[in-house]
């Protein structure tokens, strides 16, 4: 069992940068692979990034060289530093944890980030 919190989200304008942190507790957290989704009413979650345990990091094209996810595995938290952000990134950021060992997916309750143009 894993339990994840969100924080760090607000609001900001455009050009400007956001960092979400996600704490996890309840489990071996090098066990995890983190990733980062974000959800707008009546869309489905996009993902956002993951990172793996050892710190391979993938994104997709509407971030990549925009958002960078890290891990503090001492801490056991994973971060989303959001840079040059813009209104379409608005929406309800979340927190995963994928354990590699039992293979189920754990969510956090997630944070809002709102972009004003």
């Known amino acids: 069992q894993v339990q994840l919190v969100e924080s760090g989200g607000g609001l900001v304008q455009a050009g400007g940068s956001l960092r979400l942190s996600c704490l996890a507790s309840?489990?071996?957290?090098?066990?995890?692979?983190m990733a980062w989704y974000r959800q707008t009413p009546g869309n489905q979650r996009e993902w956002v990034a993951t990172?793996?345990?050892?710190?391979?990091?993938h994104y997709p094209d509407s971030v990549k060289d925009r958002f960078t996810i890290s891990r503090d595995n001492a801490k056991n938290t994973v971060y989303l530093q959001m840079n040059s952000l813009k209104p379409e990134d608005t929406a309800v950021y979340y927190c995963?944890?994928?354990?590699?060992?039992?293979?189920?997916?754990?969510w956090g309750q997630g944070t809002q980030v709102t972009v004003s143009s």
């Open positions: 309840g489990s071996a957290f090098t066990l995890n692979t």
């Open positions: 990172i793996t345990g050892g710190g391979s990091a």
């Open positions: 995963k944890a994928h354990n590699v060992i039992s293979l189920r997916d754990y």
